[in-house]
């Protein structure tokens, strides 16, 4: 009969304690990643079954734990990280696996303490919505704990993301208002919020180079605050006013085509506007604002996927993967739009 393979074996095959096989096997601190591999190397070339190794995974989806972590700034923004929490515990929970939740407020994230969870339960994977701190990110990636990052992604940080295609969606959307005959078109967004804010500023600068419009710096708000004071203050000071506007989220093209309404300008006829994310606040808008669409569901879904992968496959290079646009063209852009008129 064959020897039923042990920590001890594992332990005595790489000179080390079998504590350290124990820590590395089960995902505890206490031993380098370098060891953690190495033991995970050795048990599978011996046989042995533990409890975050690929046959286990394989056999015993059921007992897999997802950690789904945000700051409180994120679970606060329902309407759009909401749908994609949504769809994260749908797919979880299709799968049979466990979800648990941790909100990262203010103190946590300077104080890099990492969430409770990861010390009170057992985490096979974990999922980040949306942007933390980067130190705070680096900490959790540290773990070891297989970890996918979701809209957001950083030179700094290791570790696969599902992301929107934010250039191509914004580079779409500005090449529709060039192509409705505009030539001054503003840009309107904190760049220093988010990635896919800057991303959107580069699809918009791609878009009028493509079409050989020269940029004008003071057309760019890009350190715009989302408030009806600031977005006034912004068109106030303006040297001329632009016949377009290109805004990165649909909170700042619901303020700015308030503002401009209230200033005695007449949407689409005299200025059109084009938002991005296609929230509920493009859709109640007078008139309602064309948007780049980004589908939610989708996203929940692909992150879960990825992280099922990543799961089983630790030591593959790093992927992030863009999910694509949709363009909707609404009453904001075109006069006597009686329905949504979607462009992939």
Known sequence: MKKKVTMQDIADRLNISKNSVSQALTGKPGVSKETRLMVQKVADELGYSYP??????????????????ASDYAFSLKSFFGEIYLSVEKEVRT?????????????SKDQLILPSLLSNHQIDGILILSHISTDYISKIID???????????????????????NRFGAFK??????????????????????????????????????????????????????TQEEISRFTDRLPYMPTAWFCVNDGHGFLVQSVLQQKGYK????????????GQLSKIAT??????????????????EQLSWRINHKDEPI??????????????TAVNTANDIILS
């Open 143 to 165: 773990t070891g704990i297989p970890t996918v990052l979701i809209d957001h992604h950083s030179p700094y940080l290791q570790a696969d993301a599902i992301l929107t295609n």
């Open 52 to 69: 975050n190794n690929r046959s286990s995974q394989k056999d015993d989806k059921k007992g897999i734990n997802i950690a789904l972590i």
């Open 173 to 226: 959307a500005v090449e529709h208002l060039i192509e409705l005959g505009h030539q001054d078109i503003a840009f309107v967004g904190d760049i220093e919020i988010s990635p896919s804010y800057q991303e959107r500023l580069e699809g918009y600068s791609l878009a009028l180079k493509k079409h050989g419009i020269v940029s004008n710096s003071a057309l760019l708000f890009t350190d715009a605050e989302e």
């Open 319 to 332: 992927h992030e993967i863009l999910l694509p646009t949709t363009l909707i063209v609404r009453e904001s």
């Open 287 to 304: 008139p309602k604002i064309t948007t780049v669409d980004i589908d939610l569901n989708y996203y929940g879904k692909k992150a879960v």
């Open 267 to 278: 949407i689409p006829e005299d200025i059109s506007i084009c938002s991005f994310d296609n």
């Open 95 to 107: 799968r049979g696996w466990n979800l648990l939740i941790e909100s990262i407020d203010q103190d």
